[in-house]
């Protein structure tokens, strides 16, 4: 995921197919509750049996609507047995934030970090 800022330069028709798809994945309130769910969680992850009460959906509606997340790259997915659980991936949010945030600092990539 690359980090810019509206403000710096335009999209390229297929940098903007690729920042739609991850703002429609959040544009839904479902959607965006279950992000918000996730990473308010016991050590910023939770498990999909968690999170169909919370929504009042059932474990196929919610397993459906964070694929979509996963696909949009905000969250990542581990099975656990029966149960998979979500963790949101921090670099993604902050780069989110960026794109519309001309003055936030440009998230750091996890591999610069090291």
Do not use: I
Request: proline share 10%; charged share 20%; glycine share 4%.
């Amino acid at each position: 995921m690359v980090a810019l800022s509206l403000a710096r330069r335009p999209l390229s028709p297929a940098e903007a197919d690729e920042w739609a798809h991850r703002f429609k994945a959040v544009a839904d309130p479902t959607r965006l509750r279950l992000l918000g769910l996730v990473a308010a969680g016991p050590d910023g992850e939770a498990c999909v049996c968690d999170l169909t009460d919370p929504v009042n959906l059932s474990q196929p509606t919610v397993s459906h609507h964070l694929r979509v997340l996963v696909e949009a790259g905000l969250l990542t997915r581990q099975q656990r047995g029966r149960w998979a659980y979500y963790r949101t991936v921090p670099a993604a949010l902050a780069a989110l934030a960026h794109v519309l945030d001309p003055h936030r600092s440009p998230p750091v990539s996890p591999a610069a970090s090291r």
